[in-house]
C-alpha cells in the first residue's frame, strides 16, 4: 500500500507562470513532511518541512501548504524560472520512524 | 550536494560481477543511508547506519551488502545475488536519533549500468 501519492506524475508549463502540486499521505501518527526538489541526474535538495502544528511554509517562489486532517500537502511555485524544471518529492514522515517513505515525484517541465 | 561526494559518477558492470559504491561525508553525521532510484518511482530504502560498526536492512537489502568501519564512510556493494542492479543509487548523511524530522542530505548519485 501506497503511504504517499503524488500528483501529477508530469507537467509541463511556461516560464513566468505559477503551479501546484500535490501530495496525497496516509503516514501515522503524522510527525512532519518535507518537499525535495531533486534536479536531474543529482541528488534531491530539501525545500521545506512543515510539522502537525504549521500549515504554510515559503521558501523564495516555492510555498507549501498542509492540511493535517485531510493528510494533504500542496506545493505552489509562482512566476516559474528554466530552473525549476526538476522533480519534486514528497516526504511525510511518522512519529518515530527512522525511515523516511518518498512519494513517486511530479516531474515538473519549465518551457520558455 | 553538501559535504556528501560519491563516486564514480557512472559505472558499468558485467553480469555476475561485485561492485563497490563509495559514500563520503565530511558532516559528522552519524546516520547514513543508501536508495535505490529507479524511473517513475520514488527512492527506495537499502541500508542505513545511525552509528560507526552498526547498520540495519532497509526495505530492499537483497542482494547488496554494506560496512560501516568509519563515521564518514559507507561503502555499498552491489552483489551479483542483485538481479536488477541497473539503477541510479543515493547516499545520504543526517544527524542520528531516530528523529525523521532531521533533514537527510543527500550526495550527488552514482549511476550503475550492468551490461
Not at chain 1, 505559477?18 to 496516509?26: D, E, G, P, W
Not at chain 1, 512543515?50 to 494533504?72: I, P, V, W
Request: charge should be positive; glycine fraction near 8%.
Amino acid at each position: 500500500k501506497n503511504q504517499v501519492e503524488q500528483s501529477p506524475q508530469s507537467l509541463i508549463i511556461l516560464e513566468g507562470k505559477n503551479c501546484t502540486l500535490q501530495c496525497n499521505y496516509t503516514v501515522s501518527p503524522f510527525s512532519n513532511l518535507r518537499w525535495y526538489k531533486q534536479d536531474t541526474g543529482r541528488g534531491p535538495v530539501s525545500l521545506t518541512i512543515m510539522t502537525f502544528s504549521e500549515n504554510t511554509k515559503s521558501n523564495g517562489r516555492y510555498t507549501a501548504t498542509l492540511d493535517a486532517d485531510t493528510k494533504q500537502s500542496s506545493l505552489h511555485i509562482t512566476a516559474s524560472q528554466l530552473s525549476d524544471s526538476a522533480s519534486y518529492i514528497c516526504v511525510p514522515s511518522a512519529q518515530g520512524a527512522q525511515k523516511l517513505v518518498f512519494g513517486q515525484g511530479t516531474r515538473l517541465t519549465i518551457n520558455p | 550536494d553538501g559535504g556528501i561526494t560519491q563516486s564514480p559518477k557512472y559505472l558499468f558492470r558485467k553480469e555476475g560481477q561485485n561492485v563497490t559504491l563509495s559514500c563520503e561525508q565530511n558532516l559528522n553525521h552519524d546516520a547514513m543511508y543508501w536508495y535505490r532510484q529507479d524511473p517513475g518511482q520514488g527512492l527506495r530504502l537499502i541500508y542505513y547506519s545511525q552509528i560507526v560498526n552498526d547498520f540495519q536492512k532497509g526495505d530492499i537489502a537483497e542482494g547488496y551488502s554494506v560496512s560501516r568501519e568509519k563515521k564518514e564512510s559507507f561503502p555499498l556493494t552491489v552483489t551479483s545475488a542483485q538481479k536488477n542492479p541497473t539503477a541510479f543509487y543515493l547516499c545520504a548523511s543526517g544527524v542520528s536519533g531516530g528523529s525523521s524530522y532531521n533533514e537527510q542530505f543527500f550526495g550527488p548519485g552514482t549511476r550503475l549500468t550492468v551490461l
